[in-house]
C-alpha cells in the first residue's frame, strides 16, 4: 500500500511540475511572433494566404484559451471576392483538469464577425474544392488515430459556458442554378451547455435571395437537450417567426409562426414531432409527425389537420381582395384532415378529408414509386356547385371586340408535362353542378400513361335519364388527337339545353349518340379535323324558335305572288316523334334523313352545317296533313294536303338572330333563282324556234331561187329550140 501511494504522489508531483514548467514557458512565449510561420504552414498545406491582423493571445491554467482578431483566408484561385473567410473576434478556453476525469469543460464559445463566400461554378466546380483536397492525404492517418483514442473511451461529461455568435453572414452563389442566397446578421446564443440537461437558446438572423427578390427575418428561441450517452436529443417548446418580404409575394410582409417540439431518439430510431403549430394568412396548421427506423430504413408518419378558415378572409390577407364569385357565400369557410405514411419510394395519404362549404371531398392519394411519380387516387365528392364559385356574368351590353389578328383559338398544351404523367384512379360524385349542367351518382375512371390520357368509363344520371361515355387525348403525337364517345338514353331535352347552353331549342324525351374525333393545336384545327358519326331520337316535343307549319303557310303565300301575312303565333313546332342521323368529315357535318313526324305534319330534311365556316346550309320538305290549326295557326282547310320546301340558309349568328327573315330570304332568293331559269329556258325556246324559222325561211327562199332558176333555164331552151 504504501508503495502504490508513493507512485500515485509521485505521479501527482511529476504533472505538477510539468504544469508548472508548461505555465512558465506559455507565459514567457508571445505566439505573436510566429504569425508569419502559421502562415507559410497554411500557404504549404493549403496554396491560401492566411492574414492574421489583430493578435493572438494564449493562456493556460487553470483554462487553456485561445484569442483571435482579425483573421482572413483567401478564396480558391479564380473565385470572386479575394476573400473566402474572415473573422473578427474568436474566443475559446478550455479547463485542463476535468479532462483527467474524461471530462470537457468550456468557457463560453465567442464568434464574431464571421463572414463566409460559397461558390460554386457553371461546371459545377466549388471554391472549398482545394481545401477538400488538402486534407484528403492525411484524413486517413487521422481517422485511425481518432479510432485508437475514442475506441472505449466515451466521454464522461461535456459542459460549455455557453455560445454567443454575432453577426456571421454567409452567402452562397450557385453558378448550376442561378441562386445567390444569403443568411446574414445571424446572432446566436445560449445559457450554459451541459450535457443530459436542457438549455435555452435563441436566434435572430435574416435571409435573402437575388434572383426571386425573396427575404425574410427570423426569429427562434427554444429549449434544447443533448444527452449523448443515450443518443438522444430534445427541442422543446420552439417558437420560430418569420417576415416574409418582396415584390413576388401577394403580400408584403407575410407573416409565419411555427411552435413545435422535437424528441430524437437514434438508439430507438426514432424521431418524433409533436406539437406541429403552424399559423400564417388566418389559417392553423395543427399536426404530428413521427419518423421511424431513421438511421436504416426511414418511414415517416403523421397527420395535419388545417382547421376551419375563411378562404375569403385569407384571400384578403393576402392582399387579393374584392374576390366576386356568383354566389357572395361562397369561400366561406373551408378545413383539411389527413394522414400520411412516406418512405424514400413512396407516399400515401390516407384518409384525406377536404371541406368547402357545404361540399366534402373523401378518399385517398398517393405516389407510388417516386422516381417515376406513379400518381393513384380514389376520391368521392358529395356534392359541389362549380358554378357559385365562377365571377359573376358579364354585362350583356359589355360585348367583346374580336381579335383584329384573327386567333384561331391556340390550345398550348403542356405537351411535356402530359407526356410524363402515370396516373390512375377513380373519381365520384353525389351531385354536381359546373357551366350549368347538372348530373348526379357520377363515376369516371382517369389514366395517364406517358401521354395517353383516358377518361372512361364515365357514368351519370342527368335530367330523368342516364349517360355513359368515354373520352381519349392521345399527346404522345406532335399534333395532339382527341376522340369522344357518348351515349345519352332517357334525357329530358329541354332542361338540359337551358342548362348546359342557356337556350330554349328542343324539348322531348330521348336518346343521344355519338362518337366524334379530332386532331389538331388550335379550336380552328379541332373543328376543321372534326369527324364521326351522331344520331338523336326523340319523342312527344317540340323543336323551338321555328313554327314549321307557319313557314309553309308564308311559302304558299309568296308561291302565289301574296304578302305572307304576319303571325304572332308561338315559334315551335310540335312532333311526337323526331329522328336524324349524320356523319362529320372535316367538320361538315352532313344529315340526309331527318324525320320529324305529328298528327298535323310530316317533316323530312337534309343538309349539311359547316362547323369551320359556321354556316348552315339545309331544307326541311313539309307536308301538312291536316287542318293546321293544332299547330298554333288559324284554320285554313286550303292548305291540306300542301307540300312545301322551306330553306335553312344563313351563318349561325344570322339564323340566331332571325331565322324567319332568314328563310323568307332564302325563299325570295329561291324563287328569283327559279323565275331566272325559267326565263333562261323560254328564251333558250325562242332562240331555238327562231332558229327553226330562219331554217325553214332559208330552204323556202332556197326552192324558189332554185324554181325561178329552172323557169329561167326552161325559157331559154324553149327558145333556142325554136
Do not use: C
Not at 432 to 447: D, W, Y
Amino acid at each position: 500500500m504504501k508503495k502504490l501511494r508513493w507512485i500515485v504522489f509521485s505521479v501527482l508531483g511529476a504533472f505538477l511540475l510539468l504544469v508548472i514548467v508548461l505555465g512558465i514557458i506559455l507565459a514567457t512565449l508571445d505566439i505573436n511572433r510566429y504569425k508569419d510561420e502559421i502562415t507559410r504552414l497554411v500557404q504549404q498545406q493549403t496554396g491560401r494566404n492566411l492574414e492574421i491582423a489583430g493578435d493572438i493571445d494564449l493562456s493556460f491554467f487553470p483554462w487553456l484559451g485561445f484569442s483571435v482578431q482579425s483573421v482572413s483566408l483567401s478564396n480558391a484561385a479564380g473565385f470572386k471576392p479575394d476573400t473566402f473567410a474572415a473573422v473578427d473576434t474568436v474566443n475559446l478556453k478550455l479547463k485542463l483538469l476535468p479532462l483527467l476525469k474524461k471530462e470537457v469543460e468550456l468557457s463560453a464559445i465567442e464568434l464574431a464577425g464571421l463572414d463566409v463566400n460559397l461558390q460554386r461554378r457553371a461546371n459545377g466546380t466549388t471554391n472549398w474544392d482545394d481545401l477538400i483536397a488538402s486534407q484528403d492525404n492525411s484524413q486517413h492517418v487521422q481517422d485511425k488515430k481518432v479510432e485508437q483514442t475514442s475506441a472505449g473511451s466515451p466521454l464522461a461529461a461535456l459542459t460549455i459556458g455557453g455560445i454567443a455568435i454575432t453577426d456571421a453572414n454567409i452567402r452562397w452563389r450557385d453558378g448550376v442554378s442561378g441562386v445567390d442566397a444569403t443568411l446574414s446578421q445571424f446572432d446566436f446564443s445560449s445559457e450554459a451547455i451541459t450535457l443530459g440537461r436542457p438549455f435555452a437558446f435563441s436566434s435572430q438572423f435574416s435571409v435573402s435571395e437575388t434572383q426571386s427578390a425573396l427575404g425574410a427575418d427570423l426569429d427562434l428561441e427554444g429549449t434544447a437537450l443533448v444527452d449523448l450517452a443515450n443518443a438522444r436529443y430534445i427541442l422543446e417548446d420552439v417558437q420560430l417567426s418569420v417576415m416574409a418580404r418582396g415584390e413576388a409575394l401577394p403580400k408584403e410582409p407575410l407573416e409565419l409562426r411555427l411552435t413545435t417540439s422535437v424528441d430524437a431518439d437514434l438508439n430507438q430510431g426514432e424521431v418524433r414531432v409533436d406539437p406541429l403549430v403552424l399559423e400564417s394568412l388566418g389559417m392553423t396548421l395543427k399536426g404530428q409527425v413521427q419518423v421511424l427506423d431513421v438511421l436504416a430504413s426511414p418511414r415517416v408518419e403523421g397527420s395535419v389537420d388545417i382547421t376551419e378558415f375563411s378562404p375569403r378572409r385569407t384571400l384578403d390577407l393576402l392582399g387579393i381582395a374584392g374576390v366576386e364569385t356568383t354566389d357572395p357565400d361562397a369561400l366561406k369557410q373551408a378545413s383539411t384532415q389527413l394522414r400520411f405514411i412516406a418512405t424514400p419510394k413512396q407516399v400515401r395519404v390516407d384518409p384525406l378529408t377536404l371541406q368547402l362549404d357545404d361540399s366534402k371531398l373523401q378518399g385517398r392519394i398517393s405516389i407510388e414509386d417516386l422516381s417515376r411519380q406513379s400518381l393513384r387516387f380514389d376520391l368521392a365528392l358529395d356534392r359541389l356547385d362549380v358554378d357559385r364559385y365562377l365571377p359573376p356574368a358579364a354585362d350583356a351590353s359589355q360585348k367583346t371586340e374580336p381579335d383584329p389578328a384573327g386567333d384561331d383559338g391556340a390550345l398550348n398544351l403542356p405537351l411535356a408535362l402530359l407526356r410524363s404523367l402515370d396516373v390512375k384512379g377513380g373519381f365520384s360524385a353525389g351531385e354536381l353542378k359546373a357551366m350549368g349542367l347538372r348530373v348526379q351518382a357520377m363515376k369516371l375512371s382517369l389514366s395517364a400513361d406517358r401521354g395517353l390520357i383516358q377518361v372512361q368509363p364515365v357514368a351519370a344520371n342527368l335530367y330523368q335519364g342516364s349517360m355513359r361515355s368515354g373520352a381519349t387525348l392521345d399527346a404522345r403525337r406532335t399534333t395532339p388527337r382527341f376522340s369522344v364517345e357518348a351515349a345519352l338514353t332517357n334525357i329530358q331535352a329541354e332542361p338540359l339545353l337551358k342548362d348546359a347552353l342557356d337556350m330554349d331549342l328542343l324539348s322531348g324525351v330521348g336518346e343521344v349518340s355519338t362518337d366524334l374525333e379530332t386532331q389538331g393545336k388550335s379550336v380552328s384545327e379541332l373543328m376543321s379535323q372534326l369527324n364521326g358519326t351522331l344520331q338523336i331520337r326523340f319523342k312527344d316535343g317540340a323543336i323551338k324558335g321555328i313554327n314549321l307549319a307557319q313557314q309553309a303557310r308564308q311559302v304558299k303565300d309568296v308561291l302565289s305572288g301574296q304578302a305572307p301575312q304576319k303571325s304572332t303565333e308561338t315559334l315551335k313546332t310540335d312532333f311526337s316523334s323526331l329522328a336524324a342521323s349524320a356523319k362529320i368529315a372535316k367538320g361538315v357535318v352532313v344529315n340526309r334523313d331527318l324525320d320529324l313526324r305529328s298528327p298535323l305534319l310530316r317533316v323530312e330534311g337534309a343538309g349539311q352545317v359547316d362547323l369551320p365556316r359556321e354556316y348552315i346550309n339545309y331544307e326541311a320538305k313539309v307536308l301538312i296533313t291536316s287542318d293546321v290549326t293544332g299547330q298554333g295557326g288559324k284554320s285554313r282547310k286550303d292548305l291540306s294536303g300542301l307540300r312545301a320546301s322551306i330553306p335553312i340558309r344563313g351563318t349561325f349568328e344570322e339564323l340566331s338572330t332571325d331565322i324567319t327573315g332568314a328563310i323568307q330570304r332564302a325563299v325570295k332568293q329561291d324563287l328569283a333563282d327559279k323565275v331566272d331559269d325559267k326565263i333562261e329556258k323560254e328564251r333558250e325556246k325562242l332562240k331555238e324556234k327562231l332558229r327553226e324559222e330562219e331554217k325553214k325561211a332559208k330552204e323556202k327562199l332556197e326552192k324558189e331561187a332554185e324554181d325561178q332558176l329552172k323557169e329561167r333555164l326552161e325559157k331559154e331552151l324553149n327558145k333556142l329550140l325554136k
